[in-house]
């Protein structure tokens, strides 16, 4: 059974960073990495929405417009995880924060129902 477990979210001021991780249970390694993983978020009475999202080994990386400049995405796959750095936090940013394994094409990254699996999700909020 596969299964995302995200954490690191909590309450910051506005201009803060914050790091959430997200371990991938349930994968060997050689699956693990067929996986394209993504970053999402949900504010409360929005739709989910696409932050970010990393090729199998790394080597492409995408960001919402809202977060490009603010926030890193990394993973390392010998420990099945994924990690979002997020800078200069302001309001905006409050929400939920999944992470989520698909094996859509990369063009596909940023629809959420392209993915297979989702963490729980880790509430982040900002505080100004």
């Known amino acids: 059974q596969v299964q995302l477990v995200e954490s690191g979210g909590g309450l910051v001021q506005a201009g803060d960073s914050l790091s959430l991780s997200c371990r991938v249970n349930?994968?060997?390694?050689?699956?693990?990495?067929?996986?394209?993983m993504g970053w999402f978020r949900q504010a409360p009475g929005k739709e989910r929405e696409f932050v970010a999202a990393?090729?199998?080994?790394?080597?492409?990386?995408d960001f919402a417009d809202s977060v490009k400049g603010r926030f890193t995405v990394s993973r390392d796959n010998p420990k099945n995880s994924v990690y979002l750095r997020m800078n200069s936090l302001n309001n905006e940013d409050t929400a939920v924060y999944y992470c989520?394994?698909?094996?859509?094409?990369?063009?596909?990254?940023?629809?959420?129902?392209?993915?297979?699996?989702w963490g729980q999700g880790t509430q982040v909020t900002v505080s100004s």
């Open positions: 989520a394994a698909g094996l859509q094409s990369w063009e596909r990254k940023t629809l959420a129902n392209e993915y297979d699996y």
């Open positions: 349930g994968l060997s390694f050689g699956r693990f990495v067929r996986y394209s």
């Open positions: 990393i090729s199998r080994f790394g080597s492409m990386i």
